[in-house]
């Protein structure tokens, strides 16, 4: 089992590669899966900055809640191009997305077979009980199965909202242009619209714009 931990921060625009230079230089220099980090993923959309870490322990339960054993070089390395996000911020764990919604179908694809996007956006607050049971309701029909969806995951931290999903279908795009006409797809969308609006609202003209850009990932070897 994967236990997944979600930090949002903002990102200076365009400096994706130099952030990612560092993760990449201590990934490769040292062992996070001496920590039970055993992947990791970093995306931006516009200013906002998404880092997955994935462990093989849950750190609730083995303390050990920090994603590197560098951690502290790397927080200094990219402190010119990586700030906190939420607005009481006061430590590391305050920039922890809260998880408040998963969905998993009975019958997983075998391993490998699926892909991975988040869609972030910005949530009205105090929001999370009903998007979720708008998903709930929506995930008990067959869109899911339409969309080629493998697994939900929904989290927030401030008035930030992410969306992880799992598919066995790595063209999300064509998944939406398909399905764009269909009317669970078109309810889904008209229900969440009072709770979830577009992050960077002057850009936004398809469901596709929400999608964050990956621009760097590490897997331990083992």
Excluded: C
Excluded at 92 to 97: C, E, G, I, Q, R
Excluded at 112 to 120: F, L, N, R
Excluded at 121 to 129: D, L
């Amino acid at each position: 089992m994967t236990f997944r931990s979600v930090i949002v921060a903002r990102i200076v625009p365009g400096s994706e590669d130099k952030v990612g230079d560092v993760f990449r230089y201590y990934d490769e220099t040292t062992r996070p899966q001496d920590f039970d980090v055993i992947g990791r993923t970093l995306l931006s959309l516009d200013d906002l900055y998404i880092h997955i870490i994935e462990r093989s322990v849950d750190p609730k339960v083995s303390g050990k809640t920090r994603g590197h054993p560098a951690f502290k070089e790397i927080s200094e390395a990219i402190a010119p191009y990586v700030t906190p996000y939420p607005k009481d911020w006061k430590a590391p764990s305050d920039s922890v997305a809260k998880e408040f919604y998963r969905w998993i179908p009975g019958r997983k694809p075998p391993s490998g077979s699926t892909s991975q996007i988040v869609i972030a956006a910005h949530i009205k607050p105090g929001a999370e009980p009903d998007v979720a049971r708008i998903f709930r309701e929506s995930d008990a029909g067959e869109l899911p199965a339409q969309m080629g969806v493998a697994g939900r995951w929904l989290y927030s931290i401030d008035d930030v909202y992410l969306h992880l999903l799992e598919r066995t279908d790595p063209a999300f795009n064509e998944a939406v242009r398909e399905n764009h006409d269909q009317p669970a797809f078109a309810q889904i969308m008209a229900d969440l619209r009072p709770y979830i609006s577009a992050y960077s609202p002057d850009t936004w003209t398809s469901p596709v714009d929400a999608v964050a850009r990956e621009f760097y990932r590490w897997r331990a070897d083992g």
